[in-house]
């Protein structure tokens, strides 16, 4: 006994057989082997051995007249075919018993021949029904896990549109904060210049009115806010700006991951449906060595989960920013409008202390004009009284003078002598002191007239000061923005 082959369910053993002057039939065989489907040669491990080797060792069977055949060689067929007389001396014959013995050997491989294909067929539907099974089941699991393939990256989809919803609700809303960042700063320009102008026109004043007030405090105060909310102001616009970046990355990265879950979802969604009945389906040779992957599950799920967890960040990153944001307006915003009321108070506070001073000097230079003219009219009768007392002094000298012709003896020092010259130093030492007098109201006038010249430019000063302060100063400042403006709604 050989063994001659192994099928994946049986084993068979197959006796030599008897040397055969034939080849077994095949051709009735033929229809069955013709080639449905293009021929891939198996590797070792998947053929199957007992198929060809079986049959064609079975087949190969060497006729048993090889050396009949080689002592005939060079004879004409005439020659090699013996007369019917001479066959006894020609060829050996056979016993009853080989003949006997040669039908039952061939009546047993014949019967062994039939069980073995009995088997091979039994075997063969056998294996045709569990391969038939097992590529159902396999391709059951595959649709399965299409199918479940389908579902995680619907639900990664899903999460993506979520958060993709929700970044996209942030950006816009960081990008309508940062406008109205914006307009805030452009209003708070128009302040700005306000306070510089007024500090401007503030050097116009003139004399011991360019003071450094509460004022120009309040005004320097007023630009330095300005300008500390326009710092701060542009710090977080330039922030605002780097997250939006931030943002629209991440929202990037979300959009191409939702695309591309979006195109692997309709290709394994068609896979998931394909069935052997699906048009478009074909052989592609090599495929299956072909391994075009770069993730696992696990790394596929980590990806979309990062990007998630990234766009979480700056979503929150970007909250956070907002509302610092909108504090910040709000801060700023109250800071100004606290300034500019502190400003303007002390501007009107400035006013009413200049207009107070104003009209006192108003009133100390009436009472100044009316003493001038007072000091004039006494000036004027002092002069009068001077040249009043011409007559009696001349009267008087002339009696004198009168008297020194007496003759002689009559030269006496009377009492009317000496009364005339008494009467004559008198009215010497009255005219000295009127005119002693006369020169005080002259000096009085003139300290008057110079008083009234400092408060008439005094006058002039307030004037000015006030003008500045109330008409200039306070008409630019009646037009502040307002809060609605400051905190960039407008």
Not at 130 to 139: G, L, N, R, V
Not at 216 to 225: A, F, N, W
Request: with cysteine; proline share 4%.
């Amino acid at each position: 006994m050989e063994l001659i082959g192994s099928p994946l369910t049986a084993t068979f053993a197959h006796p030599r057989s008897t040397p055969s002057r034939f080849l077994p039939a095949i051709s009735t065989m033929a229809s069955s082997y013709k080639n449905r489907i293009p021929y891939y040669p198996l590797p070792q491990s998947f053929s199957l051995p007992w198929i060809p080797n079986a049959y064609y060792r079975a087949a190969a069977i060497n006729p048993t007249l090889a050396p009949l055949a080689k002592s005939c060689e060079g004879l004409t067929p005439s020659q090699s075919l013996p007369y019917v007389s001479n066959r006894t001396t020609l060829f050996t014959r056979y016993t009853p018993d080989d003949w006997y013995r040669s039908n039952l050997t061939n009546y047993k491989e014949s019967e062994t021949s039939r069980r073995n294909a009995e088997r091979l067929r039994a075997d063969s539907t056998r294996m045709i029904q569990d391969k038939h099974q097992q590529t159902a089941k396999s391709q059951g699991e595959s649709t399965k896990n299409l199918g479940v393939r389908v579902n995680d990256i619907e639900f990664w989809k899903s999460e993506l549109l979520h958060e993709l919803d929700e970044m996209i609700g942030e950006t816009n809303a960081l990008t309508d904060i940062k406008k109205r960042l914006e307009r805030a700063l452009a209003e708070t320009e128009a302040p700005l210049q306000v306070a510089q102008e007024c500090l401007l026109h503030r050097e116009k004043r003139m004399g011991i009115d360019l003071v450094h007030d509460d004022v120009e405090k309040e005004l320097l105060t007023e630009v330095d806010v300005i300008r500390s909310c326009q710092e701060r102001m542009q710090r977080f616009l330039e922030r605002v700006k780097a997250q939006l970046a931030s943002n629209r990355a991440a929202q990037h990265e979300l959009e191409r991951d939702l695309a591309n879950k979006q195109r692997a979802q309709r290709i394994d969604d068609k896979c998931h449906h394909l069935r052997n009945t699906s048009d478009g389906i074909s052989y592609y040779r090599g495929v299956e060595r072909v391994d075009a992957t770069i993730s696992v599950p696990e790394s596929w799920a980590k990806f979309t989960d990062d990007n998630i967890l990234l766009s979480q960040s700056e979503r929150a990153a970007s909250a956070r920013l907002r509302e610092n944001t909108e504090s910040l307006l709000v801060v700023t915003a109250n800071e100004m409008w606290r300034q500019f009321n502190a400003t303007n108070v002390a501007f009107t506070n400035r006013c009413a202390e200049t207009a107070d001073a104003k009209d006192k000097i108003r009133a100390h230079l009436a009472k100044t004009l009316q003493e001038i003219f007072q000091v004039e009219m006494n000036i004027e009768a002092i002069r009068k009284a001077i040249r009043d007392k011409g007559p009696p002094l001349k009267v008087a000298q002339t009696r004198l003078d009168e008297r020194t012709r007496r003759p002689h003896v009559e030269l006496c020092r009377d009492p009317a002598q000496i009364r005339l010259v008494n009467e004559v130093l008198e009215i010497d030492d009255t005219i000295q002191s009127l005119q002693q007098r006369l020169r005080d109201a002259e000096d009085t006038l003139q300290m008057l007239v110079h008083s009234k010249a400092v408060l008439e430019h005094d006058l002039d000063v307030k004037a000015n000061s006030l003008f500045i302060d109330q008409e200039k100063c306070l008409g630019m400042r009646k037009s502040f923005p307002s809060t609605a403006r400051l905190l960039g709604y407008l």
